[in-house]
């Protein structure tokens, strides 16, 4: 495999990301679970055999000092901006190649797992954008492009239909760790049950055992 993506990741500012999760561990903050989420998504991408850079759109400091330190490119986010603008400057700052946009919620992700989505992208039909849906079907987790094609993100409610109605075609046999994002507690016990990474295991450990459950 060669080392030929460019992986952007966008990322909230902490106290306001993933506000459908807050409350979903007890006794663990919420700034913490969602610095987590992104720690892990972003750890998979960098230990993924053929992403040559992780770009971390982000304004919030605490995740840019995380991010940078485990290898990933920082580019400072425009607050307020939206996630589709963050992934256009994200893209914009890449300077060409071949460049995919990632979510930054998938805490169970596997590099293989990416590994095998992106060589589909590069090795489907060209020049074409691909796009991988979430687990329930209607959302995006990943948007990849080949060089010289614009990104063009649709994320947001019903991403997937937006993404084929603009040209993106779908890309097949997603394994389940890619396609599963964490926007709620539900979510975030299936995320467990394919095995979560590292920080967030961590957290869901404390989380448990703070509600009195078995860890």
């Known amino acids: 495999m ?6 952007v990741v966008p990322v909230k500012r902490l106290g306001g990301a993933k506000s459908r999760l807050r409350g979903a561990l007890p006794g663990v903050p919420h700034e913490e679970l969602a610095l987590a989420l992104a720690a892990d ?3 998979a991408v960098r230990a993924c055999p053929v992403v040559a ?6 304004d919030d400091p605490r995740v840019a000092a995380e991010v940078a330190a485990a290898g990933a490119r920082v580019v400072p986010d425009h607050p307020g901006a939206g996630l589709n603008a963050a992934l256009r400057h994200g893209a914009a700052a890449v300077g060409g190649g071949w460049v995919a946009g990632l979510t930054a919620d998938l805490p169970a992700l596997r590099p293989a797992e990416l590994a095998a989505a992106l060589e589909a992208a590069r090795t489907g039909p060209n020049p074409v954008r691909r796009y991988v849906p979430d687990t329930p079907g209607d959302g995006t987790v990943l ?16 991403s997937a239909a937006a993404h084929a109605a603009s040209g993106a075609l779908a890309l097949p046999d997603a394994g389940p760790s890619l396609r599963r994002d964490v926007d709620t507690a ?7 049950r394919l095995g979560l990474g590292p920080r967030t295991a961590a957290l869901c450990e404390a ?6 459950r078995p860890v």
């Open 143 to 158: 948007l990849a492009a080949p060089p010289g094609v614009p990104l063009d993100p649709r994320f947001g409610v019903g």
């Open 41 to 43: 998504t972003v750890g």
């Open 207 to 212: 989380g448990a055992s703070t509600a009195g």
């Open 2 to 7: 060669t080392q030929v993506w460019t992986v």
């Open 186 to 192: 539900e979510d975030l016990a299936a995320a467990a």
């Open 53 to 58: 850079e992780v770009l971390v759109v982000t």
